[in-house]
């Protein structure tokens, strides 16, 4: 089930699932039916555990297999066409030594002090992003004019990306990660073979790291402040960054930066069309927000899983891990433990502490996780300044994708206010 993107879509039954596995087996082996593709693993279910790994970086390593679909068929295509385990060589795909190095490079560009210079723009796509919602009213998808586009302009902007070449950027992003859903990577990926999938996936790469050697070239000759003029400039033991890593830097922010925010936005967004009160309370006291903001990620969890190989023996739960065993930190069943959230599918705002898994934790916690809040946070005044009411005018539904998920279409009803 945890490797089937549908049960991704069926959210209530997936989380009973989590929480029978929490109750009778919290490190369950996973034998995927078709092992020819996957390698056996353990799925880890109970946040503790899910934090402890996430933590122990040098026992649970990123490298080779960091998501479910690391196909072997994958693995083995990538080292003979690139030498390397992976198709794209990167932050989540690096471990130390090399992973702190290429961390180093962009931290303190993602930190709130320097991200604090953004908002005037930041604010600026909220209200155009909000303009088209209006100009849409009284009825729309939110998904597809608000919490889509919105930190796709974000993160494209911060890239220096130009807005002509953000669809192109979108469905790239979409092979890569979102595959998985017919809907939404319009390539009828769910019915390729896994060849088929890692030709395709390949192509994608390829399109994108010929589109940011342009953007690289672009800021070496004229640098300005933004995160793609960083990593065009880096160095890393004294020596500018291989084509390659460079361009495996600009994906993962490229790709890290958009689905992700879009998911939590519009969990968000059904939160608040779904409980007129909130909607109240949140419009008359914005100290509200960040508790909503916070709670969004929790609640939507977009990122569901990462994986983990194990560097040594070791012992989860009560249960014997091998060296070179592989596990996966299920976010999703994390952040839905009662024995850390109290009525966890329940959507609430003043939950406090709300210590959530959505960001990760550790080296690889999320780099981008100011700024997903910060435009969160941005997005939600704008629409709060501006629109007086909203409700749901239909039933929303989710993404089958067993790595980055959410919702692909929220209609609501709205009035401008
Ligand atoms: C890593 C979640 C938004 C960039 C991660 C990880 C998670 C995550 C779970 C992996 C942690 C681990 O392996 O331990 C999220 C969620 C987001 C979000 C839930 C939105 C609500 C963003 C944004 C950016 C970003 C806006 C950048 C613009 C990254 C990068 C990494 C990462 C570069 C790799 C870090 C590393 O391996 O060192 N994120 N993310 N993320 N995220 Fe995010």
Redesign the pocket.
């Known amino acids: 089930m945890v490797i089937n993107p549908h049960a991704y879509a069926e959210w209530d039954g997936l989380l009973d699932t989590f929480d029978r596995l929490r109750k009778e087996a919290p490190v369950s082996r996973v034998e995927p039916e078709d092992g020819e593709l996957f390698d056996p693993f353990w799925l880890i279910t109970r946040y503790e555990d899910v934090m402890r790994i996430?933590k122990d970086n040098a026992t649970f390593l990123?490298n080779p297999r960091p998501v479910v679909f690391s196909f072997r068929e994958a693995i083995e295509f990538s080292r003979a066409a690139t030498g390397s385990n992976m198709l794209v060589d990167s932050?989540?795909v690096f471990d130390a030594p090399i992973?702190p190095k290429y961390?180093r490079l962009t931290q303190d560009w993602?930190m709130p002090r320097n991200l604090a210079r953004m908002e005037g723009e930041i604010r600026a796509i909220a209200n155009r992003t909000v303009d088209g919602l209006i100009a849409a009213g009284p009825q729309a998808d939110f998904v597809k004019l608000v919490s889509g586009p919105y930190?796709l302009h974000v993160?494209m902007q911060?890239l220096g990306v130009p807005e002509e070449d953000e669809p192109r950027m979108q469905m790239l992003t979409q092979q890569l990660f979102g595959g998985q859903d017919a809907d939404l990577s319009g390539t009828g990926m769910e019915n390729m073979t896994a060849e088929q999938v890692v030709q395709l996936v390949a192509g994608a790469v390829k399109t994108f790291e010929e589109y940011f050697a342009g953007i690289a070239a672009e800021r070496r000759a004229n640098p300005t402040e933004d995160v793609a003029s960083v990593i065009a400039n880096a160095t890393v033991d004294g020596e500018p960054l291989p084509e390659r890593d460079m361009a495996g830097y600009y994906i993962?922010?490229a790709t890290?930066?958009?689905d992700?925010?879009s998911?939590?936005t519009a969990g968000a967004m059904q939160a608040l069309a779904q409980d007129p009160e909130q909607w109240a309370r949140v419009k008359a006291d914005r100290s509200l927000l960040p508790g909503i903001v916070e709670e969004a990620?929790r609640w939507t969890?977009?990122?569901q899983h990462?994986m983990r190989t194990a560097a040594e023996d070791v012992e989860i739960g009560g249960q014997q891990i091998k060296a070179g065993d592989w596990l996966m930190i299920n976010?999703v069943a994390a952040n839905h433990d009662p024995a850390q959230f109290e009525n966890p599918r329940k959507f609430d705002a003043s939950r406090s502490p709300n210590r959530h898994a959505?960001?990760?934790?550790?080296?690889?916690?999320?780099?981008?996780?100011h700024?997903?809040r910060m435009?969160m946070k941005i997005l939600f005044e704008t629409i709060l300044d501006r629109v007086e009411s909203i409700e749901l005018a239909g039933e929303p539904k989710r993404a089958t994708s067993t790595f980055v998920g959410g919702l692909k279409t929220l209609p609501l009803r709205f009035r401008a206010g």
């Open positions: 996430s990123n932050l989540v992973h961390r993602f930190p993160v911060i993962i922010v890290a930066g958009h992700t925010t998911a939590s990620i969890t977009p990122v990462f976010y959505a960001f990760g934790a550790g080296a690889h916690q999320c780099l981008g996780l700024l997903a435009e």
